[in-house]
């Protein structure tokens, strides 16, 4: 087999560019090696197509599929990744070339990158999932940073090629829009399991025009009207919106969403016609939709609209619906929920909006039968009495839970009403969505509302980006993990001193690689014997990366003033990109740029702290990252935060968590131990409590270093793009924090609430970090208990619960 790889990518060198091995390129090695590798696969992949259509199976709608490079992913699942390293060492090509091909970066965040191993795990765990999703013709921007400031560019992935993908002309269809119509076009990647024959396909669909080329019109010199269509088609697959947690209400997005879902559903009820004729009856029975979000929502109103077409009438169609869709839900913060306005929809989709229109009239039917048209009970008893005063009708229960609301339709409402279940994503999430953002839903359907903790796949995420650690572990007890991550707990027993200098020994190495890659790619020079603290992430305030910031200045200041003799060098490693509209964001990433170039420049300082923001953070700086952490900075607000997927993926590599009770960090804790982590800061309800009754600017005045610290935003030893102190970006973040805005209450992230005990738990892990082998206890005793967090589990939670595949 593996030397059928090697005689194949021989061939394609031959055939595609007339070439020996040795005189490809890189991109050009990439495209025929990946070429030999799918002719490797084609039978298995074609039957397990067979296989799948032959059972119940499930498929996950998702606008992000954040897959990161597929070269070593995919020879380590077919299990020629030694192999093909020594073949092609033999023929003088080392394996690492492919670092320079780009991962295709169909995602921003944590949603897609879920939705990236939740592919690999049910591949590998036999559960016959298949995705769909948008090929975005530019991914993810690319970030550099220029005098500390974000600089965004355009990620054209596909100018390495793209072997992973076959076209599939002979399944094109059409989608149609009020002012519109265009093809979408399929492409096909094959997602293959570790340790299995079992392949699975995620299709991702292309808009082209229906005619590329307008002669009429170009015979009339209209030169531009010509591929006027042309342009307007393929702009709908054009670019990722690069907004995470932050919702947009464009025409353009809009149509993404309507594009893939109705291409893919046109798709499955092909598939299913093709078996059943036009009997609609075992439907839902035939295959699960899982919805990643609101974003593909939409495909339940043009459900319903294609099966009326075919015959079905308002009331079958909607119930089989219902039975096909799950939900899951990412979110919890209001900026993030997506509500489209009414007429805008209708612009776009008039058919469709006609649907919800009644499944909103069925919606209020229910709600009247269960007798929420009543009065809301208003916990300060004003709602009826303001009411009558004002002369303005009573609102009722069921006002606000309304699909169309007003001018908005509410798709998080439309997804909890017309499916079978919703979920969220770690316990503390779902807790947070019964008693409170989904509350009044909770109360009518509490059978539909389930949790599924957040996972990731350890193949990428422990096998192929830490291969020291996964030997060390192999080693003691066996390779079982790389299928079963629960099997890490067997490591609990075999902790002790010798473990724990080899545990050490690999996190040094890994350490030392993440620096020298660091100095290549940020110009930045780290000494791995520094304790490597590090926050990669988006960037977005709820995620707090400020009050990381201000740490630093806190700590700093007191390395100046002599205050902390026994400070264990701390490198602070910071990465993320910051929504190109996102103000604020990019003052954070500034301010922490600034911070960098005072800290690492001091001669005070500088031999215990540094400072890096490294540029372009993605899947691929992530798999050098997570080895080579010591500390992991997961500093939400309570409450914010999901889940988190990084906090796992540092976890399994053996790095303390430096966390809020937020996301799965709660979790996390729970498994490896509050006694090997740190834990600080405000919880939920305390969260909750301070919203009626919270006063940073009390804190700031109070305390002197606190407000020493928050100066450095206007204190003049920060330039942040203005000419004069106070011009610029930084005065506003200030202000944010102090005065508030607009649109929210001061330091609405509770940043100056939890420093203190930020501060105070930061140093406590530095000085903990200098008995090297107890916190190397804390280390491996994370590795050894981070089983439940591989989206392996996750993965068999949703096909037994919510899909009913087993
Ligand atoms: C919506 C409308 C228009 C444009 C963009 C969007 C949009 C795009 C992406 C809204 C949200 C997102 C991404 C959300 C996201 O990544 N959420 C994260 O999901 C992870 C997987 O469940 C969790 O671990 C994180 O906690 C959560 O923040």
Known sequence: MKNNIIDNLILTAKNEYCKELEELSPAELHECLGRAMMGEITEKWAKAKKNHANSRRAYYFSAEFLMGRMMYNNLYAMGVLDQVKKLLADKGIDINVFEEIDDAALGNGGLGRLAACFLDSAATQDVPLDGYGIRYKYGLFKQSIEDGFQVERADDWQSFGDPWCIRRNEDTVIVKFADQVVKA???????????????????????????????????????????????????????????????????????????????SLQDIIKRYKAKYGNDYSNFANHCAIQLNDTHPVISIPELIRLLELDGLSFDAAFDIAQKTFAYTNHTVMSEALEKWDINLLTDVIPDVVEIIKNIDARLVADLTAKGLNVPVECECACAKADAKKEKEPVKTKLDGMRIIDGNLVHMARLAVYASSYTNGVAWIHTEILKDDVLKDWYAIYPERFQNKTNGVTQRRWLGLCNPQLSELISDKIGTKWVRNLDELSKLNDKIDEDLVKQFNAIKLEKKQELADYIAKHDGVQLDPNFIFDIQVKRLHEYKRQLLNAFSIMAIYFRLKEGKLPNFTPTAFIFGAKAAPGYARAKAIIKYINEIAKLVNNDPDVNDKLRVVFVANYNVSYAEKIMPAADISEQIST??????????????????VTLGTFDGANVEIVQQAGEENNYIFGARVEEINELKNNYDPKAIYEANPEIKKVIDTLIDGRFTDGGNKTGEGSFAELRQSILEGASWHQPDHYFILRDLPDYIDAKLKANTDYKDRIAFGTKCLKNTANSGTFSSDRTILQYAKELWKLM
């Open 638 to 655: 309570a409450g914010t935060e999901a889940s988190g997927t990084g906090n796992m993926k540092f976890m399994i590599n053996g790095a």
């Open 185 to 263: 076009v399929p492409y096909d990647m094959a997602v293959i399991g570790y340790g299995t024959d079992n392949i699975n396909t995620l299709r991702l669909w292309e808009a082209e025009a229906l005619n590329d080329f307008d002669f009429l019109q170009f015979n009339d010199s209209h030169y531009d009207a010509a591929v006027q269509d042309k342009n307007d088609a393929e702009n709908i697959t054009k670019v990722l919106y690069p907004n995470d947690n932050q919702y947009e209400g464009k025409v353009l997005r809009l149509k993404q969403q309507y594009f893939f879902c109705s291409a």
